[in-house]
């Protein structure tokens, strides 16, 4: 079983910046593709950016293309999302997730596919 844990929100100007954490309890995350969805209220949850096992593939929604970046570090157990020009409707609560289930090089944008959810780190922007 392995326990996800996010850090790195808060309150932001919009334009502003922030970076996202996610720690994995096991020592062989480099076994797992990541995922980054988030969720507003009122709203369903939804895909952010995902990694495949070793990040060399990533694939990011078209809302956040070109403003976030997924990135991971295999030796620390951890992932990150740094959130670049934020505007409010980036707003919501951020979860990271892991699957053991996708190829090597393989990523997804479906809920179904990730087994290992965070509890979630909150992000507002502010107009």
């Known amino acids: 079983q392995v326990q996800l844990a996010e850090s790195g929100g808060g309150l932001v100007q919009a334009g502003g910046s922030l970076r996202l954490s996610c720690a994995a309890s096991?020592?062989?995350?480099?076994?797992?593709?990541a995922g980054w969805f988030r969720q507003a209220p009122g709203k369903e949850r939804e895909f952010v950016a995902a990694?495949?096992?070793?990040?060399?593939?990533?694939y990011y929604a078209d809302s956040v293309k070109g403003r976030f970046t997924a990135s991971r570090d295999n030796a620390k157990n951890t992932v990150y999302l740094q959130l670049n020009s934020l505007k409010p409707d980036d707003t919501a609560v951020y979860y990271c997730?892991?699957?053991?289930?996708?190829?090597?090089?393989?990523?997804?944008?479906?809920?179904?596919?990730?087994?290992?959810w965070g509890q979630g780190t909150q992000v507002t922007v502010s107009s």
């Open positions: 990694m495949s096992r070793s990040a060399s593939n990533t």
């Open positions: 096991t020592r062989t995350f480099s076994n797992y593709a």
């Open positions: 997730a892991a699957s053991d289930k996708l190829s090597y090089f393989g990523t997804s944008s479906q809920l179904q596919d990730y087994d290992y």
